[in-house]
């Protein structure tokens, strides 16, 4: 059984093997692909129109499903591997384990943004940005730039606190759980963290960024925790909605899982803290 732990907990060995697993998925050519996928959907995706991965109450469920396929392919690597979350809220500086040389190396240089040390640096040549959106090629961040902050445990709660899951007109200007969580709305979870973290993570190619697994792991262990806190909540809508993955609708690029398939994560993995 697959056991995602908080990344601050990892051993020494479990850090290299995850890093080892990336390195191996890069190299082969498979991780590139979910890059594109990710982007296909940021571009595809409005407020107006379809929309499936982002601003749309299918933004948990589809996540949920892109991330364990991302894992089942690392695990086709190595076996011993599952996806670690990082709280942010609790590890929230750039000096934070998470971005040492032995695990995701740290913030990128002032000139340019280039991360220079750890496995995903460009000298060690085994992390080219392929999928980019301008000329580019390597990885690039820029931590808690211009003074800005990670949430903390108290924003995090006040949302965990909303006991709608979503509300029309189901998009970005919806209030509910959903939206907050995601951060068009409110005092802004997911998006702000991508913004945090800057260079490739702030942009519609952000999982060129390893981070990406690790900051929508926790986004969604926080989905079932609201679960775990709401249990008479359930996904919305239900039926009949435009442009919109209702509950037993089927999402692409799929096309054979629905919302309702996704609601128990305990069937694909668990967390190493109860919910
Ligand atoms: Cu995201």
């Keep these: 059984m697959t056991v995602r732990k908080n990344q601050a907990a990892l051993t020494a060995d479990e850090k290299r093997r995850f890093v080892a697993a990336l390195l191996e998925l890069k190299r082969s050519g498979r991780y590139d692909t979910f890059v594109t996928t990710h982007n296909a959907f940021i571009m595809s995706d409005t407020d107006s129109g379809d929309r499936v991965g982002h601003r749309s109450p299918s933004f948990l469920p589809w996540h949920r499903r892109f991330l364990i396929e991302f894992e089942q392919a690392l695990q086709s690597v190595d076996a011993t591997v599952a996806l670690p979350y990082w709280d942010w809220t609790a590890d929230r500086t750039a000096r934070s384990s998470l971005w040492a040389p032995d695990f995701l190396g740290g913030t990128g240089r002032a000139r340019d943004g280039q991360v220079l040390d750890g496995a995903f640096a460009r000298s060690g ?8 959106v301008d000329g580019r090629d390597y990885l690039r961040r820029d931590l808690g730039a211009g003074g800005r902050q990670l949430p903390t445990r108290a924003e995090v709660d006040s ?31 997911h998006n702000r963290v991508h913004v945090w973290v800057g260079g490739q993570m702030a942009t519609g190619v952000s999982p060129n960024d390893p981070v990406f697994w690790m900051h929508h792991a926790f ?3 926080l989905w079932a925790d609201w679960q775990a806190r709401h249990p008479r909540s359930v996904y919305l809508p239900a039926a009949g909605t435009a442009n919109v993955v209702d509950l037993n609708d089927t999402m692409r690029p799929w096309n054979d899982v629905t919302p309702a398939d996704m609601l128990d994560h305990t069937r694909h993995y668990t967390f190493d803290t109860a919910a």
């Design 125 to 132: 040549n085994r992390w080219t940005v392929n999928v980019r």
């Design 159 to 189: 949302v965990l606190a909303m006991e709608t899951y979503d509300m029309a007109p189901w998009n970005s200007s919806s209030d509910g759980f959903r939206n907050h969580l995601e951060g068009w709305r409110g005092v802004n979870l």
């Design 219 to 221: 986004i969604d262990k």
